[in-house]
């Protein structure tokens, strides 16, 4: 496991990223409608053929929602220490042990074999986490990344939400998968690197044509 000692938004892990499929885009990666693949893998490859091609990051929207959560993620950590009464370490971006092309940003690593996984969510968005007590289908693909790439065995998803009643505000759950779920988004990933380099080789030749 490659574990740089970079602070997550710099530019030196903005370049670390660059033009690779990373946790926070395994949604997509993975994305399927009834006849194929889902627009959602398509735009990220495009996205990631760009970086590659320009060595530059891609421009992507940042709503005012995830610009607060953002901005939050630091008091949400501080709850969950208290809240669990452990110590979180920072980390950079770790890339997969043998897919190199490939990496996470996990928000914090709990000691030996957890990572912590931490969202700020909309009110509404929060309660129903808490109200269902699971972890949240649409980030599991991503919590499974973190554990390809780090070889850690749980994730803790962490919701947060400080405009609630301080009992409402943190909703903790574990998310451990079977590790034949790991190894099947392996794969996918694989599969999805190599159909990025056979269209990166195709734009390169058409340029020296």
Not at 128 to 135: A, F, I, S, T, V
Not at 160 to 189: H, K, T
Request: with cysteine; net charge negative; charged share 30%.
């Amino acid at each position: 496991m490659r574990e740089p000692a970079m602070q997550q938004g710099s530019e030196e892990w903005l370049q670390a990223r660059l033009g690779l499929p990373t946790a926070s885009r395994m949604s997509d990666l993975l994305a399927r409608t009834k006849s194929g693949w889902g627009a959602g893998r398509q735009n990220l490859m495009s996205e990631l053929l760009c970086e590659r091609l320009t060595n530059q990051p891609y421009e992507r929207f940042v709503s005012g929602d995830m610009m607060r959560g953002m901005e939050l993620e630091s008091e949400a950590v501080v709850a969950y220490e208290i809240e669990a009464g452990e110590v979180t370490q920072t980390c950079g971006f770790i890339q997969h042990p043998w897919i190199k092309e490939s990496g996470a940003s996990p928000d914090r690593l709990i000691a030996d074999d957890g990572v912590l996984e931490v969202k700020c969510p909309k009110t509404a968005t929060h309660l129903k986490y808490l109200l269902d007590g699971e972890p949240p289908a649409d980030y599991i693909p991503q919590m499974v990344w973190q554990l390809a790439c780090t070889r850690r065995r749980w994730v803790n998803f962490v919701s947060y939400d400080p405009r609630l009643p301080e009992d409402l505000r943190l909703f903790i759950v574990r998310f451990e998968p079977n590790w034949s779920v790991v190894e099947q988004q392996e794969q996918a990933v694989e599969r999805f690197l190599y159909e990025l380099h056979e269209l990166e080789s195709k734009v390169r030749s058409r340029r020296r044509q």
